[in-house]
């Protein structure tokens, strides 16, 4: 029996996603939010994202636009789409999905998005100024991890031991920034680190975004800890099928843990919602006015 508080990812999701869709409408006469996204190649879960993406954005009552382009598509008219969106006005936010196919460089093409319409936040503009405490688009996985650690910890999250295991610069070293800009003793680890599970026992925050099937045991978790699981992978199940899991023992670290997210329907569905919000700031910025309070 589980007896952790499950953190409701969806339920969460949802909530912001009215938000948003509640900021669009009081905009509507100002400026209307437009989010550009741009898949290259047939990676299938990526062309998952992306549809999600498109629906949840058009739901939200913005502007959606989908740029599919082959896998062979050369670097240089890939870089030549998103110069035509950082001058397109009806763009606010540019997302090109990762991965990008073998030889793409991917930093370039990051490097070539407008840092005022980069929804993502990896922009070394936008990586510098969540490091250095400036206003910041905030990458949407960790935001969304920052979103639900707020539900769990009303109280803040002030001289709180937090371990992120992954240093990816999507989910790992961004999360271990924003941590950080609220106070909390961070710990970078990784699957090299020394002594994983001591250190992960340390944790009163525990965050898991390392891409391996339920690497961190429930042993590994302190009790009472709050454990966010980013992981999504994909394992054998009974039947030929396949079912999705996390980067954690979800069943082992519920009975220790003092809040934890579920996988599928925690981390996930908050990740696109973030995006949302993160294109209402860019179009509310771009347009020089403050973000409606809804
Ligand atoms: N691939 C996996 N996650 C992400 C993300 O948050 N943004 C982009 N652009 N690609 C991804």
């Known amino acids: 029996m589980s007896g952790a508080r499950i953190i409701d990812g969806k339920a969460l999701a949802a909530k912001l996603r009215e938000r948003v869709a509640a900021q669009v409408a009081a ?28 629906r949840e954005t058009q739901a939200s009552g913005m502007a959606s636009f989908e740029h599919k382009l082959p896998a062979d598509t050369p670097e240089a008219e890939l870089l030549a ?5 950082n001058r397109d006005p009806a763009v606010h936010g540019i997302l090109v999905q990762l991965p990008l196919p073998d030889g793409i460089d991917s930093a370039k093409v990051l ?56 240093r990816s610069n999507i989910v790992g070293k961004p999360m271990a920034a924003l941590l950080l800009a ?11 680190t020394q002594d994983l599970p001591g250190v992960c026992r340390s944790a009163d925050i525990l965050v898991a975004a390392v891409g391996r099937a339920r690497m961190i045991e429930g042993d590994w978790v302190q009790p009472g800890a709050t454990v966010i699981d980013v992981g999504i992978n994909r ?29 599928p329907g925690g981390v996930g569905p908050m990740t696109i919602a973030c995006l949302l919000a993160n294109t209402v700031t860019a179009a509310c910025r771009l347009a020089g006015v403050a973000e409606p309070e809804v």
């Open 182 to 192: 609220q106070h909390c003793t961070v710990t970078l680890a990784h699957s090299r």
């Open 81 to 85: 789409l998103v110069e035509r969106l």
């Open 111 to 166: 490097r070539a998005i407008d840092p005022a319409k980069d929804v993502d936040g990896f922009h070394p503009e936008n990586v510098g100024a969540l490091w250095t405490g400036a206003p910041a688009l905030a990458p949407c996985t960790p935001r969304g991890c920052m979103t639900m650690l707020a539900e769990v910890h009303p109280e803040g999250l002030v001289g709180k031991r937090a371990v992120v295991v992954g």
């Open 235 to 263: 394992i054998p199940a009974d039947g030929g099928k396949t079912r999705l899991v996390g980067d954690v023992d979800f069943a082992g670290a519920s009975e220790v843990a003092g809040a934890i997210t579920p996988v």
């Open 27 to 54: 905009l509507a006469e100002t400026v209307r939010p437009g989010l550009a996204v741009v898949l290259v190649g047939e990676d299938p879960a990526s062309a998952v994202y992306v549809r999600n993406k498109n």
